[in-house]
């Protein structure tokens, strides 16, 4: 009769453990809620399982003792081996299932991803010949490991803007604006998630709120625009596990892709800082290790890209991003408190690879212009970096100045010069460069009183750190003359002149270029003095 029991105890706590372990996927999506709220089956089973172990051993302590029948020991051998493997598998799982009670609501999704990510898939799939499954995914390889083959993944393209305006019309109705609309959709890169939360916003607000406000606060500094993309306005068409925030959305993906592979989410860190245009391979390839790290840069790439975070651009060499991915992916970075790191690694790639503007560097300025206009935005903490940065927007300042872009080339010299003589102080020479230039794109620009004063500033820093006989020092002198005489002070410039000539004469050779440009202005400036006096 003991017998019995025993068997009968052991099949009934086998039954109770196929029961609960058959609710686990079934009760995944519940660890993104409080893990107070984890379900009480999973809690109760961690603690059963090792009371179910005990028994186990129990019941073959007796059969070894011979306290049972030898046919039934027998029997209960393989049974009682194969149950201890399952518990033991079952623990291993709840082990990675289960978040632990001060898991943040991100680590417990994180974790629920994780433990799907080591499941057959196919297996939580109906099967019929009627139908189909339709299954999305922003995994790559998750797709084709669910459907097998290329042809069954459907790849899902960026929205046209004809499709962006009838989605938000869609879920906004009623909004005659349609310039400020598009001008949205347009900040937004017609994504449909932020595209619906930012109808669902509005919606929800109105009259205060309008798309003319949202597009405002949008573009009004960084902090606010985070704080809407980080809005979960809740949409009841959409599955209500899931997160209707876009940067919630986009960190899980991160946060797994941190997990599974870092020198993945490492690369996408510094692509983050980028253009989001014309990446060049040639400037992240080997920028993104960490120590003595050994990092497969085609298998990171391709990681990002199956998870739609990265694509090839019109070129194999060079990449491109989403804008909104490249920010939700500095805010991760931010709350990680790896911003500053990672802006600093951006800082020192583009201080090594943005050349001085001259002429035969314009070719290589223009291709990566465009990702030295965004380092005004990342200025660092750390002061030599900071040195750093106030190279780049001189260099990216000389080379805008050159293509008549002024206005781009005055912020970024008066950023330098700030940064400058924060680090190094008002008469360092690259300060008082950076002084100069200043002034002369001022001239460019038309703005003589302001260039007149910067430019006297640079000659006085000048005449005291170098001397009055510098070229630099000359320099000055010779861009004062030039632009008293663009403002007509003949007289005044003329002094200037000579002794810029003399200087440059006795500095530089006769027949060097700046000597001859020099004495060519000189004369164009008697000649003129000649003719203003025999008119009078």
Known sequence: M??????????????????????????????????????????????????????????????????????????????VDNTSEQISTVQTSLSKILPSDA?????????????????????????????????????????????????????????????????????????DNEDDVLELLRNLEYMPLAISQAAAYVRQRAPRVTVSKYLKDFRRSEKDRASLLNNAVRDRRRDGSASNSVLATWQISFEYIRSDRPSAARLLSLMSFFDRQGIPEELIMSRYEEDDSIVDFEEDVEVLRSFSLVALGIKNDVFEMHRLVQFATRKWLEQRQELERWKERYIAIMADAFPPGKY??????????????????????????????????????????????????????????????????????????????????????????????????????????????????????????YLLRQQQKYRMARPLYERALVGYRKVLRLNHPTTTACSEHYTSLLQELDEMRTAS
């Open 103 to 175: 898991a943040s609501k991100l680590e417990r999704a994180l974790k629920a991803l994780k433990s799907l990510a080591k499941e057959d898939k196919r297996d939580i799939l109906p099967e019929s010949s009627n139908g189909s499954v339709l299954i999305t995914s922003r995994s790559r390889e998750a797709a084709f490991e669910l459907v097998g083959e290329d042809e069954n993944i459907l790849k899902v393209e960026p929205m046209s803007e004809g499709y962006a305006l009838a989605l938000f019309q869609k879920k906004l109705k009623g909004e």
């Open 360 to 481: 035969e560097n314009w070719k290589r300025c223009q291709m990566l212009f465009p990702h030295a206009e965004l380092v005004t935005e990342y200025r660092p903490i750390e002061e030599s970096f900071l040195q750093r940065w106030t190279a780049i927007l001189s260099n990216a300042a000389w080379y805008a100045a050159e293509q008549g872009r002024y206005d781009e080339a005055e912020q970024m010299d008066r950023r330098a010069l700030d940064g400058r003589e924060k680090v190094l102080g008002k008469e360092h020479p690259d300060t008082l460069m950076s002084v100069s230039n200043l002034a002369l794109v001022l001239q460019y620009q038309g703005k003589y009183d302001e260039a007149e004063q910067i430019n006297r500033q640079a000659l006085d820093g000048r005449e005291k750190v170098l001397g009055k006989e510098h070229p630099d020092t000359l320099t000055s002198v010779y861009c004062l003359a």
């Open 2 to 79: 003991a017998e019995a029991a025993a068997v009968v105890g052991l099949v009934a706590s086998i039954a109770s453990l196929v029961d609960l372990s058959a609710k686990v996927a079934s009760r995944l999506r519940d660890f993104t809620s409080k893990s107070s709220d984890v379900p009480e089956s999973f809690r109760s089973l961690s603690t059963r399982l090792p009371l179910l172990t005990a028994t186990l051993q129990h019941i073959r302590s007796q059969a070894e003792a011979g306290h049972l029948p030898e046919d039934v020991t027998r029997a209960l051998d393989a049974v």
